[in-house]
């Protein structure tokens, strides 16, 4: 039996579900079909939003009979039979399910069938084309991003599909709940509704029972594609721009889509000392303290040490003042070489260093009735600089007068 997905793959554009951006008038596929001509494309997004529905129509559309490779399957072998039969009749609509997968070699072998017309790429991925394929064949074909599909589309998708299937054994609540649960992907719908049919069960399911049959899936997550990094990166700017309600909301993303949460820590203590900094020194002591904690409770309990910091980070105030010092500082040293110490402050153990000027007129700190000296501690020629800049937030606000204090004191001694 056809699997459901299949089924109610549709037939032309009308009854494709989202991607409204692209089929609108105005939209990229609709200039597309108002014209003569086909370009080489790249289809871009999430699982299940119809990458592979939107290929066949389009090689429908215009006329052709597409051959159809997975990426996962196919070799450059296989790719050279695909060209000769491209010599005999060209072009030839060639769609690769997962073309991200290809390497580099099968990549470039596309390039020249491409570029002398004989064949028409239609590639779809899940990942991000300009980190999974080479500049060469994106210079080719014309790149088009699909969203995924909105509870609107996911509930007009179920209704066709119970208008196939029958009426669906389960509540209201446990619909909406199996809508939740598709997170954008059609497919994954088609598929637990089948799941749901092959139960042969009567009385409607509730939330918790459609739970235990459909075994809660996660949320979209791999480890190994942008979308991973786009999680990280929406949970760090969520606690740089110190909203702790979006910095949890994205951290419960990360667990439940299988991230380690020591990995999460370590984010944490970098957070700690990047963005939080001098403005508030309990950060960084505190995201080491929930890394260590979860070490020794392990999971779930030490996922609550981490939601301690990352409230706290979030809520902490900022500062890049230390990470921007250090940046000025290396530059710096670029730009000077290795210059030697002035010889005032080097140590004289020895009377040949004492007659040779060591440690001369070094002035002890504590000394002095400031504990301030006052003194050039800079390679002798190079000018001072001023690398930390404190803002005038947190605890910076009194290393700021701190710094302000000394800098008066040594003018004054220089007088």
């Not at 969520?238 to 991230?259: H, I, K, N, T």
């Not at 290396?330 to 290795?338: I, M, P, R």
């Amino acid at each position: 039996m056809r699997p459901l997905a299949e089924l109610l793959r549709p037939k032309n554009f009308t009854d494709v579900c989202g991607q409204e951006h692209l089929l609108k008038d105005g939209g990229a596929l609709h200039a597309l079909l108002a014209g003569r001509h086909l370009p080489s494309l790249i289809l871009w997004g999430p699982p299940g939003v119809g990458k592979t529905t939107l290929a066949h129509l389009l090689a429908k559309h215009f006329g052709f009979a597409p051959v159809s490779l997975s990426a996962v399957m196919t070799g450059v072998a296989e790719l050279r039979k695909v060209f000769a039969t491209a010599e005999q009749n060209p072009p030839l609509i060639v769609f690769i399910d997962e073309i991200h997968r290809f390497n580099k070699a099968q990549q470039d072998a596309l390039l020249h069938p491409i570029e002398h017309g004989k064949i028409i790429l239609i590639g779809a991925t899940t990942e991000n084309p300009s980190f999974s394929l080479n500049n060469a064949l994106l210079s080719r074909a014309r790149v088009l991003t699909l969203k995924p599909l909105t509870i609107a589309h996911l509930e007009a998708l179920l209704s066709r599909a119970e208008a196939t299937t029958g009426p669906l054994p389960i509540t209201h609540e446990a619909r909406q709940y199996l809508i939740t649960l598709a997170d954008g992907d059609g497919r994954r719908l088609l598929n637990a509704v089948e799941t749901i049919h092959a139960t042969g069960v009567v009385t409607p399911l509730d939330v918790a029972a459609l739970s235990q049959y459909l075994q809660e899936r996660t949320a979209f997550f791999d480890k190994d594609q942008d979308y991973h990094y786009n999680l990280i990166s929406a949970f760090i700017k969520s606690m740089r721009g110190s909203d702790p309600q979006a910095a949890l909301y994205w951290f419960v993303r990360l667990l439940e889509g299988g991230e380690n949460p020591l990995y999460i820590a370590r984010r944490l203590i970098r957070f700690a000392a990047e963005d939080v900094g001098l403005a508030d020194p309990q950060a960084l002591t505190h995201a080491v303290a929930a890394a260590a904690s979860y070490e020794r409770l392990g999971s779930p309990e030490g996922e609550l040490c981490i939601a301690n910091s990352v409230i706290y980070l979030a809520s902490a105030p900022k500062s890049n003042a230390v990470y921007t010092a250090l940046k000025d500082a290396q530059q710096s040293l670029k730009a000077s070489g290795s210059l030697m110490p002035p010889l005032h402050i080097l140590n004289a153990p020895t009377k040949f260093m004492r007659e040779e000027g060591y440690a001369k007129g070094y002035q002890y700190d504590h000394d002095t009735p400031e504990g301030f000296s006052g003194q050039e501690y800079f390679p002798d020629g190079m000018t001072p600089q001023n690398y930390y800049h404190p803002v005038d937030r947190g605890f910076e606000r009194e290393i700021r007068k701190r710094i302000d204090y000394w800098q008066k004191l040594k003018e004054q001694k220089k007088r």
